[in-house]
T-cell receptor, first 114, second 114 residues
Framework: ETGVTQSPTHLIKTRGQQVTLRCSSQ?????VSWYQQALGQGPQFIFQ???????GRGNFPPRFSGLQFPNYSSELNVNALELDDSALYLC?????????????FGAGTRLSVL | AQKITQTQPGMFVQEKEAVTLDCTYD???????LFWYKQPSSGEMIFLIY??????QNATEGRYSLNFQKARKSANLVISASQLGDSAMYFC???????????FGKGTTLSVSS
């Protein structure tokens, strides 16, 4: 167990709706990264938060947004859902942002958009 | 830009055999890190092993070891004495640049049979 928890575990939404996914980081970790993993593919980086500030963003449109709270937990919000947003969303926490910092992942949220 | 290549979509081994999962990477950075993760069918990404580019010795963690060949830009994962529980997807990953999150290869599915 990594100590990183995500909720909910599964979610079904319809196209055009909005969704919020939540992540509690491992105790003491100040950095949270979000990834999208389509079926049969490797995870794709969405964005990263370090001490409540966005610290990098992948190639995702602005309708993917997030925030990090003072306790370092984080939310991922997706507006105007599209069918292609159906994926496993993974959250990872780490102590800092250096290239040697190990990211520990949660079990993910499986989002289905109908 | 950094790139991770995993050329083996699937590997099949029997219990107690050793197996090597290939990973090549492309980077212009001198200092970087390489990670391997395991993803069972449950979805959680499990950290296995880390190699820093300036580490003098190949990393080892229990049954996992890294065959790191810097000049060839390869970081192959070696699993000794395979177990049925090793059946999973395996991903090689590295940070795109210092201070941001990970980029992943497409992964290799390992199937261990008795």
């Amino acid at each position: 167990e990594t100590g990183v928890t995500q909720s909910p575990t599964h979610l079904i939404k319809t196209r055009g709706q909005q969704v919020t996914l939540r992540c509690s980081s491992q105790s003491g970790h100040n950095t949270v990264s979000w990834y999208q993993q389509a079926l049969g593919q490797g995870p794709q980086f969405i964005f990263q938060y370090y001490r409540e500030e966005e610290n990098g963003r992948g190639n995702f449109p602005p309708r993917f947004s997030g925030l990090q709270f003072p306790n370092y937990s984080s939310e991922l919000n997706v507006n105007a859902l599209e069918l292609d947003d159906s994926a496993l969303y993974l959250c990872a926490s780490s102590l800092g942002t250096g290239s040697g910092n190990i990211q520990y992942f949660g079990a993910g949220t499986r989002l289905s958009v109908l | 830009a950094q790139k991770i290549t995993q050329t083996q979509p699937g590997m099949f081994v029997q219990e107690k055999e050793a197996v090597t999962l290939d990973c090549t990477y492309d980077t212009s950075d001198q200092s970087y890190g390489l990670f391997w993760y395991k993803q069972p069918s449950s979805g959680e990404m499990i950290f296995l092993i880390y190699q820093g580019s300036y580490d003098e010795q190949n990393a080892t963690e229990g049954r996992y070891s890294l065959n790191f060949q810097k000049a060839r830009k390869s970081a192959n994962l070696v699993i000794s004495a395979s177990q049925l529980g090793d059946s999973a997807m395996y991903f090689c990953a590295m940070p795109p640049q210092a201070g941001t999150a990970l980029i992943f290869g497409k992964g290799t599915t390992l199937s261990v049979s008795s």
